[in-house]
Nanobody
């Protein structure tokens, strides 16, 4: 099992930036891919971005392409989500998740961090 702890959320004005962090512990050697998801009130959870743990291949939702950047620091077992040009519609709880090798799904989830974009 992998334990995940997110940080970096907060209140920011439209057009501003935030950087989320997610630190993994436990059986981190078994991680294949890390992802970020978000869920706004009254809406379903949606995929934001993901990065493969060993090769660093990234993928983004169309809604955040060009504004968000995912990266990782394997030595610190940490994945980051740099969010620029934030919009009110980015307001949500952001969750980090880990997909284990040969799993095909996200197995472990963090508790989430709140991001609010408002003037």
């Amino acid at each position: 099992q992998v334990q995940l702890v997110e940080s970096g959320g907060g209140l920011v004005q439209p057009g501003g930036s935030l950087r989320l962090s997610c630190t993994a512990s436990g059986r981190t050697f078994n991680i294949y891919q890390m992802g970020w998801f978000r869920q706004a009130p009254g809406k379903e959870r949606e995929f934001v971005s993901a990065i493969t743990w060993s090769s660093g291949i990234t993928v983004y939702a169309d809604s955040v392409k060009g504004r968000f950047t995912i990266s990782r620091d394997n030595a610190k077992n940490t994945v980051f989500l740099q969010m620029n040009s934030l919009k009110p519609e980015d307001t949500a709880s952001y969750y980090c998740a880990a997909q284990r090798r040969r799993s095909g799904k996200y197995d472990d989830w963090g508790q989430g961090t709140q991001v609010t974009v408002s003037s």
